[in-house]
């Protein structure tokens, strides 16, 4: 795919706030779900993607890193980076999973740290709504 092929798909992705390489990760990402980018084909090299989207090198590395890192694509040297051949779990079959999925660091909240001692040990008073 040639690169500015992509980035006419990816449309406004740099929008908002948080980190590029994050944003243009998960633009990649919904790309590959709509199907407008098929799995095995070949993404635009690093260098030509970042010319494209005049971000950085490093930017584009980062994004395409995290896609492979979350099966969304694979690479092998002196072949580029392709879509996968067989596509993770669809988040959007799942609520849930498609939050999971898109998270970001200003609106993910983490409940593992909520309940710092288990509730069976703290008094039940505690629950009870206060008198009307």
């Known amino acids: 795919m ?7 798909q990816l449309g406004s992705w740099s929008a908002g706030k948080g980190a590029l390489q994050q944003k243009l990760a998960r633009a990649l990402v919904r790309t590959i779900r709509a199907g407008t980018i098929p799995p095995g084909l070949r993404l635009p090299s690093e260098r030509a993607l970042a010319d494209a989207l005049a971000v950085s ?10 896609l492979r890192e979350s099966s969304w694509a694979e690479s092998r040297p002196g072949s580029g980076t ?3 051949a067989k596509l993770p779990l669809n988040p ?13 660091e200003e609106t993910t909240v983490d409940f593992a740290v909520g309940s710092p ?15 009307a």
């Open 82 to 84: 392709r879509v996968a």
């Open 57 to 66: 090198r490093t930017t584009v590395v980062a994004a395409y890193d995290a």
């Open 92 to 104: 959007a079959a799942s609520p849930l999973l498609d939050l999971l999925a898109n998270l970001d």
């Open 2 to 8: 040639e690169a500015q092929a992509l980035v006419r």
């Open 117 to 131: 001692h288990p509730l069976s040990e703290l008094p039940p008073e505690l629950f009870a709504l206060p008198p």
